[in-house]
Every structure is written in C-alpha cells, then in structure tokens.
C-alpha cells in the first residue's frame, strides 16, 4: 500500500482528481508532469475511471474539467497527452467537450 501512496500522493507535478455521487467515490483522474528539463513541458492525464452507475450524467465531464484547469495553470506546461483505449463502451464521450 505504501508504494501505490507514494505514486499518487499529490505534489506540485502530480494529482489525482475524483467525482463523487454523494459521499461514495464515482470516478477518478490522474495527471503528471514530466519531470526532465527537456520534458517539463509536457503533461499527462492517467487511470480515467468513471463507475458504470455515473456514465453518462456529466461526471468525467465535471472531473476532466477540474483536472485541467488545475494543470492549465502550472507554469510553463505547453503540452497535455491522453491517450484513449479502444475497447467498446469504454471510451469517454466527455474527451470531446473538455476540448480534448
């Protein structure tokens, strides 16, 4: 437990968003930044997760939405990367409305 603790403990480079339905956790997001002089310009969104009872109500909407306008104001970072799987029903519709 320690080890996964560590890799998403937030910091200034890195975080993990959620969505909840009430006090029951529905969704999550990850997002880090390069940490190499030649790569600090980059960043990436990670794990996007959204439960099966919250598809399709705006929840990774809301979450993508908080989750880069927190990384929109790092200083210096040019550049977000998602990568999107593609396996049917998994996709998340709401990539195109964060602007993705």
């Keep these: 437990m320690d080890d996964a603790a560590k890799r998403i403990s937030a910091d200034a480079n890195s975080f993990v968003v959620g969505v909840f339905d009430g006090e029951r956790l529905v969704g999550a997001a990850g997002f880090f930044r390069s940490k190499g002089i030649k790569e600090r310009h980059k960043g990436r969104i990670w794990g996007v997760y959204v439960s099966r009872s919250a ?44 602007g993705l």
């Design 55 to 98: 598809r399709g109500k705006g929840a990774a909407r809301r979450m993508l939405r908080v989750l880069l306008d927190r990384a929109i104001a790092m200083d210096g970072l040019e550049q977000i990367q998602l990568a999107i799987g593609d396996t049917p029903g998994d996709r998340c519709e709401a990539v195109p409305v964060a």
